[in-house]
């Protein structure tokens, strides 16, 4: 079984910073990409970004691009959100997903990691 572990999340001002990570254990595997999501109060979960793991192809929200960046480190099987400029309308809970059999689908996620940003 694979277990991706999300952590980094917490508190901050308007216009902090923060980093996320998410450390995948258990069986070694290889993910096709992992991505970042975020779901808000009463909204629905949406798609922050997204990396592949072999290659480092990124893609992101349009409305993230510039203030958000996802990285990885292949030998520590870690992917990182670096989110910068933080806004009020950033709080949510964050999650990782890995996609292991390019699929499109997540086979695996995370149990999520509360952003609050305060004005």
């Known amino acids: 079984q694979v277990q991706l572990v999300e952590s980094g999340g917490g508190l901050v001002q308007a216009g902090g910073s923060l980093r996320l990570s998410c450390a995948a254990s258990?069986?070694?595997?290889?993910?096709?990409?992992v991505g970042w999501f975020r779901q808000a109060p009463g909204k629905e979960r949406e798609f922050v970004a997204g990396?592949?793991?072999?290659?480092?192809?990124?893609d992101y929200a349009d409305s993230l691009k510039g203030r958000f960046t996802i990285s990885r480190d292949n030998a520590k099987n870690v992917v990182y959100l670096q989110m910068n400029s933080l806004k009020p309308e950033d709080t949510a809970v964050y999650y990782c997903?890995?996609?292991?059999?390019?699929?499109?689908?997540?086979?695996?996620w995370g149990q999520g990691t509360q952003v609050t940003v305060s004005s």
């Open positions: 258990g069986r070694t595997f290889t993910p096709y990409t």
């Open positions: 997903a890995a996609d292991e059999f390019e699929d499109g689908v997540c086979d695996y």
């Open positions: 990396i592949a793991w072999s290659g480092g192809n990124t």
